[in-house]
């Protein structure tokens, strides 16, 4: 029955398909190795940007669900059927690379490494994660593009103690 539902081709984002599709692409997958890689970087980077800031969490994991399948749609007119949690992955990193900014060196490094990522598959079309699935780095910019946009309306809300900026 899993199986069924996350390798289901009624659930991928295709070309005219119904609009329910926007989000039901996030949830099924071309391959096990690619639910597995998606499935994984999805709970880590979601449970630690759920720790460090909810509500643009929150507000990046919705903004993402529906820009990265509409950029896919827009700007990638050579993908006929689009399926992953990637992009919404692409989403997480950025921000959680937005919210330890001021506090870790490291991540510099981190965003050198996502946009050599991004600029690998486009260049090759391969995966640096996912072997046999074809990349779709507009979704992984979109997610980008996503979590820079969320961050950009939290930094400018200015926050009281008692407010919901922080999860803790």
Avoid at 40 to 56: P, S, T
Avoid at 89 to 99: R, T
Avoid at 101 to 108: D, H, L, P
Avoid at 115 to 122: C, D, L, N, P
């Amino acid at each position: 029955m899993i199986e069924e539902i996350l390798l289901s081709p009624a659930l991928q984002l295709e070309r005219g398909g119904p609009v329910w599709q926007l989000l039901t692409c996030h949830f099924t997958h071309w391959t096990y190795e690619q639910l597995a890689w998606d499935a994984v970087a999805f709970l880590a980077l979601g449970a630690a940007c759920a720790w460090r800031h909810r509500a643009a969490f929150h507000a990046t994991l919705l903004t993402s669900a529906v820009l990265v399948p509409l950029a896919v749609l827009a700007f990638a007119p050579e993908v006929i059927a689009y399926r992953g949690l990637s992009g919404l992955d692409s989403a997480l990193f950025v921000l959680l690379l937005l919210l330890e900014a001021r506090k870790n060196k490291v991540v510099a490094v981190c965003a050198i490494a996502f946009i050599a990522k991004i600029t690998y598959e486009m260049l090759t079309g391969a995966t640096v994660f996912a072997g046999s699935v074809t990349p779709v780095p507009v979704a992984h910019i979109a997610g980008a593009v996503s979590a820079l946009l969320v961050m950009a309306i939290y930094t400018r809300i200015p926050c009281a103690s008692s407010s919901p900026c922080s999860s803790h």
